[in-house]
């Protein structure tokens, strides 16, 4: 089992900025791909970042590309958003993933419970 636990939510003013934090622990080792996900409220959840734990490009949605950052510390177990120039869009809560490896592309097996991030216009 991995458990995953996200910090660094909050209340912020448009064209802000935010870090976000995963902490992971347990097999960590078991899982090969980390992500953030959102949820706004009335919608659907919906992917925003990923990255892999050894490297390579990460991936994001393309309603934050060039305004967000995902970065892992694979000393550390422990994967960072940091959130750019917030937009009231933003608003939603955020939830860390982490994918088994060998699992399909489309599936996260583990999953944080969430952080509010709120942006006021």
């Known amino acids: 089992q991995v458990q995953l636990v996200e910090s660094g939510g909050g209340l912020v003013q448009a064209g802000d900025s935010l870090r976000l934090t995963c902490a992971a622990s347990?097999?960590?080792?078991?899982?090969?791909?980390m992500g953030w996900f959102r949820q706004a409220p009335g919608k659907e959840r919906e992917f925003v970042a990923a990255?892999?734990?050894?490297?390579?490009?990460?991936w994001y949605a393309d309603s934050v590309k060039g305004r967000f950052t995902i970065s892992r510390d694979n000393a550390k177990n422990t994967v960072y958003l940091q959130m750019n120039s917030l937009k009231p869009d933003d608003t939603a809560v955020y939830y860390c993933?982490?994918?088994?490896?060998?699992?399909?592309?489309?599936?996260?097996?583990?999953w944080g419970q969430g952080t509010q991030v709120t942006v006021s216009s």
């Open positions: 990255i892999r734990w050894s490297g390579g490009m990460p």
């Open positions: 347990g097999r960590t080792s078991s899982t090969n791909v």
């Open positions: 993933a982490a994918r088994e490896i060998g699992a399909p592309s489309y599936k996260y097996d583990y």
